[in-house]
């Protein structure tokens, strides 16, 4: 019998203040209830959303990211969902 992985999953969003300018569709709580729908959709559970309003994709010091890194470092997280890979860092080489 094959067994079922358990994803504990992050939910990862940012908005930095260069991207205001986009609209509604790039706003954290549309980020948010699209990612929550996904998880869900996939039957992944949402351990918490980690939440970066303001701050640039070039500063990786940013508070959300930190405590997300720090739950995956303490085995409370085995998954990171995010709008896309430029909501992480714009340098996807560090990231």
Do not use: W
Not at 12 to 24: A, F, Q
Request: net charge negative; aromatic share 12%.
């Amino acid at each position: 019998m094959k067994q079922h992985r358990i994803y504990n999953t992050a939910i990862y969003c940012r908005l930095s203040k260069d991207d205001d300018n986009i609209g509604e569709s790039s706003s954290i709580q549309t980020q948010k209830s699209m990612l929550e729908s996904y998880c869900r959709e996939q039957g992944f559970l949402v351990y918490d959303f980690y939440v970066d309003d303001g701050y640039s994709g070039l500063n990786y010091n940013r508070p959300g990211f930190e405590r997300m890194l720090n739950d995956i470092d303490n085995g409370k997280v085995n998954l990171v969902i995010t709008k896309d890979l430029s909501r992480l860092g714009r340098d996807y080489i560090q990231t």
